[in-house]
C-alpha cells in the first residue's frame, strides 16, 4: 500500500469531490451493507421485524428515518441476552481478530480476518489536524481494553507517520519520551495535555522551548474555547478536535478553519428529535445520530446522546461532506420545569434562531413558590432591537417548550465559559 501523498486532506478526490456525487456514492454503500444487515445480523433482523421493516421498504438513505434509531441501552441488553456481541455482528465470532471491552463489561468486535473494509475517517482527522507523514506522534488514549487508541495508532500508519503508544499515566515517563524523541504531534484528551503541561513544568522544562509540539489532537471531552486558548497559549502549538464514540468511530474532525467538525467520508450523520427519531430541520439543534459502514459490527442509526447542530455555512477548506457546528452536550441534562421536562437542546432550538444571540443560559429558580425559567441572553453586540427580539424568543419559549419563560439580556462576558446550559438554583428544603 502507498502512502498518500502529503497535504490537508487524506483523499483530496474524494473529500472534495461535489456533495451530489458523494451523496449517490455514500447512498450506494449504504444500501450494500443494509443487504449484508438484512442477510448476517440476527439483531438487526428481529428489531426490523419487530418494527414492521423490510427490506424493499428502504430504497436509500432517504428512507433511514423509518428505521429506527439503536439506543445504548438496547445494544446492552442484546449483549447480556445473547454475549458476547448480541448477535449484530455480521460474521461467525470465531472471525473476529480482536475484541474491545467498553466500560460496563460492554464488547465490540474489532477487524474480522478476511475482511477488505478500511475505516478511514480517523486518518482524515488526523490529516485534517495537520498531520503529515514522518511526524512523530504520543498516543496518549489508553491502549489496554479500549478500542479507541487502535483506532488512531492505524490511522497514524495510514499517513504514514510513526507512533509513539504511550497510553496514559506515566506523566514523568511520557514528558520525557517527548523530549528524548521530539515528538511532535500529541493525541489525547484536553485535561490529560494540561497535566503533562503541568508535569513538564514542575520538572523545571519551558515547555515551549524544551518540547517539539506543533499540533494537539484532543478528543473524547468537551473542549471549552477558553481551555484550548490556554493549552495554544502554554505550548505555541495549534489544537484540534476531533469526535466520535467507540461504537461508531469518527464521526467529525476540525480543519485547521477550526469552524465546525466536519463529517468523514463513510459515515452518515442526521440530527434527530430524540423523543421520535424524526429529522430536526436543516440548523435545528437535536440528537445525533450516526450510521456506520463497517460491515463486522454494523451500527445503524445509532443514538449518541450528544446535542448538535448542522452548520450552516460551508467550510472554505473544500470538504464537501456535512459539518457539525459543534457537540453542545448531552440530550439528557433534562430539568423538571412545572411538572414539564426541558432539555437543553430544546432551549437550543428556541435560541439557534436568533444570530444575534451571542451565548446564553437558562436558569431556574423559585418566587414565591413556584418555578421561574429565564434566559439570560448575551448579544454579539449592542442592537436596537433587543426588545423585540427578546418578546420573540418569549413568545418561542411558549411555543416550543410549552411553558412560559422570561428573557432577560446581559453585558457580554457575564455568562461564564462551560456553563450548564440549564442551571437549576431552586432550593428545596
Ligand atoms: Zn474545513
Not at 504520543?138 to 481494553?145: A, E, K, P, R
Not at 478528543?219 to 486558548?229: H, I, K, N, Q, T
Not at 467529525?252 to 467538525?261: F, N, R, S, T, V
Not at 430524540?274 to 463486522?296: D, F, I, K, S, Y
Request: net charge neutral.
Amino acid at each position: 500500500m502507498t502512502t498518500p501523498a502529503n497535504g490537508p486532506f487524506f483523499d483530496e478526490a474524494r473529500e472534495a469531490l461535489d456533495w451530489n456525487k458523494r451523496k449517490a456514492d455514500l447512498n450506494e454503500r449504504f444500501l450494500k451493507i443494509l443487504d449484508h444487515v438484512f442477510q448476517h445480523s440476527r439483531a438487526y433482523l428481529e428489531i426490523y421485524r419487530a418494527a414492521g421493516i423490510a427490506r424493499s421498504d428502504i430504497r436509500g438513505l432517504d428512507d433511514l428515518e423509518k428505521l429506527p434509531v439503536l439506543r445504548m441501552e438496547d445494544l446492552v441488553a442484546r449483549q447480556k441476552a445473547s454475549p458476547p456481541f448480541g448477535r449484530f455482528e455480521t460474521c461467525p465470532p470465531e472471525d473476529i481478530r480482536r475484541i474491545y471491552i467498553n466500560p460496563g463489561l460492554i464488547f465490540q468486535p474489532g477487524h474480522a480476518g478476511g475482511e477488505t473494509y478500511r475505516d478511514t475517517s480517523w486518518a482524515e482527522a488526523l490529516r485534517g489536524a495537520g498531520f503529515q507523514a514522518g511526524d512523530r506522534i504520543v498516543n496518549t488514549f489508553n491502549y489496554h481494553m479500549w478500542p479507541l487508541a487502535f483506532m488512531l495508532d492505524e490511522a497514524a500508519e495510514m499517513i504514514g507517520a510513526t507512533v509513539i503508544p504511550t497510553g496514559v499515566g506515566n506523566t514523568l515517563m511520557q514528558v520525557r519520551i517527548m523530549q528524548a524523541l521530539k515528538a511532535n504531534r500529541f493525541i489525547g484528551t484536553p485535561s490529560f495535555i494540561m497535566t503533562l503541561i503541568q508535569r513538564a513544568e514542575g520538572m523545571g522544562l519551558d515547555v515551549r522551548r524544551d518540547l517539539s509540539l506543533e499540533t494537539a489532537l484532543v478528543g473524547a471531552e468537551m473542549l471549552p474555547e477558553s481551555l484550548r486558548d490556554r493549552i495554544r497559549k502554554k505550548l505555541g502549538v495549534s489544537v484540534r478536535q476531533v469526535y466520535g464514540t467507540v461504537f461508531l468511530g469518527c464521526l467529525g474532525y476540525e480543519c485547521p478553519a477550526e469552524k465546525g467538525l466536519h463529517v468523514p467520508d463513510g459515515v452518515v450523520v442526521e440530527i434527530v428529535d430524540p423523543r421520535t427519531g424524526r429529522q430536526v430541520a436543516p440548523g435545528a439543534a437535536g440528537e445525533l445520530v450516526a450510521t456506520c459502514l463497517n460491515p463486522v459490527y454494523p451500527m445503524i442509526r445509532m443514538a449518541t446522546g450528544d446535542l448538535s447542530r448542522f452548520a450552516r455555512e460551508p467550510c472554505a477548506c473544500g470538504r464537501t461532506a456535512p459539518m457539525l457546528e459543534r457537540i453542545m452536550g448531552r440530550i439528557d441534562q433534562a430539568t423538571k420545569v412545572r411538572g414539564t421536562f426541558v432539555h437543553p437542546w430544546q432551549a437550543d432550538q428556541v435560541v439557534s434562531p436568533y444570530p444575534e444571540v451571542f451565548k446564553y443560559q437558562v436558569v431556574i429558580t423559585r418566587e414565591d413558590d413556584r418555578d421561574v425559567m429565564t434566559f439570560f441572553v448575551e448579544f454579539k453586540e449592542e442592537t436596537g432591537r433587543a426588545d423585540r427580539i427578546r418578546a420573540r424568543i418569549e413568545r418561542d419559549i411558549k411555543e416550543v417548550l410549552g411553558i412560559k419563560g422570561r428573557v432577560r439580556t446581559v453585558p457580554r462576558g457575564t455568562i461564564p465559559d462551560g456553563h450548564r446550559k440549564i442551571e437549576d438554583r431552586r432550593t428545596w428544603d
